[in-house]
């Protein structure tokens, strides 16, 4: 199959972010199984959505993971022209959900198999397929745990997140969590009598303001846009009406943290701020929703300029976006960024990768596994 066939398929998964994947996995399996490639699913705790992982070589000697991600963010925003679901070509442009971010990196790996498997190969290459990416990165720990018995210690992880297809070296590591404050209810005429919930999340709301404020003022990393770590509210949901003491208020957080700095961190303050309203009556739940680590690859790192070969490009230093790469490289892995399409058409309507963006990135792939001959 040409890669813009196997774009269309997969494009035509249902494979949004925290829903059964079981379709986009077994379609995938099924074609690398007919290419003579061994699979391996693995089920996430959810029980309804699994990662896959297939090695294209020797097992035992160490290669490559060619990493992307299954999920697709929702396509219920106002000002699609035609179906998400459905891949549209439109003068050289392939409009649909996912096309860009990422499953246009997938097409092009899956079109590069059969030569990749036509030739021995002296350094394998590993397919990682994860599946809730868009919710932060939440399936792909769990294949990584399971990499020791899956393949010998790869040399490297190519992350394939849109970038244009010139590598990235960098990325902010981010942490999310969510704060549901429980009080009491009842009427608005005595509040005496009530415990207001929302009222007792708007001294975490400012904690958390003024944590944002403090990391302006650093520390800074200057390759990134902004060279700061920072920190946001995301969400605040609370009330039934305006004459009913509320007596649940929810708020969702985001920290965004440069190299040095672990982003859970960064709202610890928020968390004790939130912690500390359970002295007044109310009920706190912390709920962290997701955790990845900052990468940071050198310049001179033999993973940078392989990709420097590959591309012809000399990788950036860093993008603003997180990708699972620092995930890879804290188990040990050496991670870059490196896939088709621009960053800035991912999420929004008639998103779209251009057809020769995708063929590039088929011969970059199949440029790989020429370096990995015997």
């Keep these: 199959m040409q890669a813009t066939e196997i774009l269309e398929t997969l494009v035509g998964f249902r494979s ?19 290419h003579g490639i061994a699979v391996t699913v693995l089920p996430g705790p959810e029980g309804d959505r699994s990662n896959i992982f297939a090695t294209i070589g020797p097992k035992e000697a160490p290669g490559y993971i060619l990493s992307g991600h299954m999920d697709v963010v929702p396509a219920a925003e106002t000002g699609w022209t035609s179906d998400p679901f459905r891949l549209r070509a439109e003068a050289g442009r392939l409009h649909g959900r996912g096309a860009t971010d990422m499953k ?14 036509a030739k021995p190969l002296r ?4 397919l990682a397929f994860s599946y809730d990416e868009e919710a932060g990165c939440r399936g792909v720990p769990h294949m990584i745990a399971r990499l020791p018995e899956l393949c010998t210690r790869p040399i490297g992880a190519i992350v394939g997140e849109p970038s244009g297809l010139r590598a990235i070296r960098a990325h902010k590591g981010k942490a999310a969590a969510r704060l549901t404050v429980k009080g009491r209810s009842g009427h608005s005429s005595r509040p005496d009598q009530g415990l207001n919930a929302i009222h007792a999340v708007t001294s975490v709301l400012a904690r958390a303001v003024a944590e944002a404020d403090r990391l302006t ?3 800074f990393e200057h390759i990134f846009e902004p060279p700061y770590s920072s ?12 004459n009913i003491i509320p007596d649940t208020c929810e708020a969702e957080f985001e920290a965004r943290a440069i190299s040095c700095i672990d982003p859970a961190d960064l709202l610890a303050p928020v968390r004790q ?41 000399q990788p950036l230093p860093a993008v603003s976006y997180g990708t699972e790469a620092g995930l890879f490289q804290r188990a040990g ?19 779209f990768i251009h057809v020769d963006e995708l063929l590039a990135c088929q011969a970059m792939i199949e440029r790989l596994g020429e370096n990995c001959r015997a």
Excluded: M
Excluded at 17 to 24: A, C, K, S
Excluded at 104 to 117: I, K, M, Q, S, T
Excluded at 335 to 347: K, Q, V
């Design 16 to 34: 949004v972010v925290g829903l059964p994947n079981e379709g986009i996995v077994a379609w995938i399996r099924g074609y690398l199984e007919s």
């Design 104 to 117: 246009g990196f997938l097409a092009a790996v899956l079109a590069a198999v059969p030569r990749l498997a």
């Design 123 to 126: 350094e394998p290459l590993h």
């Design 217 to 219: 003022r650093g520390p």
């Design 231 to 242: 920190l946001q509210i995301g969400t605040v949901k609370g009330g039934q009406t305006v």
């Design 273 to 313: 701020a939130a912690e500390a309203l359970l002295t007044g009556g109310f009920e706190v739940e912390w709920q962290e929703l997701s955790s990845y680590p900052a990468l940071s690859l050198g310049p001179d790192a033999p993973l940078a300029r392989l990709l420097e070969k590959l591309t012809g490009l």
């Design 333 to 351: 892995i050496d991670a870059i960024i490196c896939g088709p399409g621009e960053i800035g058409r991912a999420h929004k309507p008639d998103e």
